[in-house]
C-alpha cells in the first residue's frame, strides 16, 4: 500500500481491526464526538472480527476487555492534553505579564488587565520563546506605556570641566564616554532585536533628557539669543536629532539659558515616530573654558502604541 495520508482517519481502527485502535492521533481528534465514537469504533472492530470465527466468542470478550482498558487510557491523556493546551492557548491570547505568560508590550496588557497598576511586569517583543522576556516598568496611567530605564551610569554623570575633550563631539567619543545603554528592571541591557520589537510594536516615544550646567547653555542661549549652543542628540537609528529638525524636542524647564552659575536645562522628547528612541549619545558644544562645567541625567524612555 503507498500513498496512505500521513494524516490518520477515524476509519482506520475499523480497516485495519484490533490492531488499528490506538493509532487515532490526537491531532485528528475531534474533543467533542470523543467518548461515544470510542466506544464504537472497539465495537465495529468486534464485529468485523467475529463474524465467521463464532468459536472464539471468549476470546473475543477478552479482547474487548483489554482493548478498553488502553482507549480509557488515551482518552484520560487526550483530554489532559487538550487541557493543557486550552490554557496555553488562553496565555497567549491574554498575557498575564508574568514570566510564564509575558505580554508583547505594557499596551497589550493595559488592554486586557485595565485595571492593573502601574509597576514592574513581563513582556516578550519578539515573542515565540518566553525565555528572553523581560521586566519592565509599565505605566498604565499614561495608557501601557513600556519604559526603559538607562543604565545607572547614564542616569548621572557629573558635573566636570572634561578639560581632555573637545566641544562638540559624541560623548561615545570621551575617553569615559559610552553610547547609552538602556536595561530592563534588574539592570540587565535589554536585547537589541527585543529593543526593535519594542520600537516596532510602538507608535510614539517619550524620554527626558537633563543637562546640568556651570557657566554653560544647554538649549537656548539668552546672550546671543540663539540656539547656537544647543545640544545635539542621536537617534537610535543613527539620524543626528537638533534643534533646527527636532521640533518634538522641548524645554520643560531651562535654567542653563543664562550662562551663568549652576543650573539645569530639562528636556523633554516626545514624538510621534517611536524608530529614533531610545536617544544613544549626545553632543556638548558650551565647554572648554576654565569655569564652565556640564554634566547630564538620561532619562527614562517610555514607547506606546
Ligand atoms: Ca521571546
Known amino acids: 500500500m503507498q500513498g496512505h495520508p500521513a494524516v490518520s482517519t477515524r476509519s482506520l481502527p475499523v ?34 472480527q467475529g463474524e465467521g470465527e463464532g468459536a472464539n466468542e471468549e476470546e473475543n470478550e477478552d479482547a ?8 480509557g487510557q488515551d482518552m484520560e491523556e487526550v483530554f489532559a492534553s487538550l487541557s493543557s493546551m486550552r490554557g496555553e492557548v488562553e496565555g497567549l491570547r491574554t498575557p498575564m505579564g508574568t514570566f510564564d505568560s509575558p505580554a508583547r508590550t505594557c499596551k497589550e496588557l493595559w488592554f ?25 516598568f509599565c505605566n498604565f496611567t499614561a495608557e501601557g506605556e513600556t519604559c526603559l530605564d538607562p543604565d545607572s551610569k547614564f542616569q548621572s554623570v557629573k558635573l566636570a570641566a572634561w578639560s581632555k575633550e573637545k566641544p562638540g563631539t559624541w560623548y561615545s567619543q570621551f575617553k569615559k564616554g559610552a553610547k547609552f545603554v538602556y536595561t530592563d528592571v534588574s539592570g540587565q541591557p535589554v536585547h537589541i532585536v527585543q529593543l526593535n520589537f519594542l520600537k516596532l510594536l510602538s507608535a510614539t516615544a517619550r524620554q527626558t533628557f537633563t543637562y546640568l550646567c556651570q557657566n554653560s547653555a544647554g538649549w537656548y542661549d539668552s546672550a546671543t539669543r540663539g540656539y547656537g549652543h544647543a545640544l545635539r542628540f542621536r537617534g537610535s537609528g543613527g539620524e543626528e536629532l537638533t534643534h533646527e529638525n527636532s521640533l518634538f524636542i522641548q524645554p520643560l524647564h531651562d535654567g542653563c539659558q543664562s550662562r551663568v552659575g549652576q543650573d539645569k536645562t530639562v528636556l523633554e522628547f516626545d514624538s510621534g515616530d517611536s524608530e529614533m528612541f531610545p536617544i544613544m549619545d549626545v553632543a556638548v558644544s558650551d565647554f572648554g573654558n576654565g569655569k564652565q562645567k556640564f554634566g547630564f541625567e538620561v532619562g527614562r524612555v517610555c514607547f506606546n502604541g
Open 64 to 71: 474487548l476487555f483489554l482493548s478498553d482498558q488502553p482507549a
Open 15 to 48: 480497516q485495519e481491526g484490533g490492531t488499528g485502535r490506538r493509532r487515532r492521533s490526537h491531532s485528528t481528534v475531534d474533543g467533542a464526538r470523543l467518548e461515544g465514537d470510542s466506544v464504537t469504533l472497539v465495537r465495529d472492530g468486534e464485529e468485523g
Open 112 to 136: 486586557c488587565h485595565p485595571s492593573y497598576k502601574d509597576g514592574e511586569y513581563w513582556i516578550d517583543p519578539n515573542q515565540g520563546c518566553h525565555r528572553d522576556a523581560f521586566k519592565v
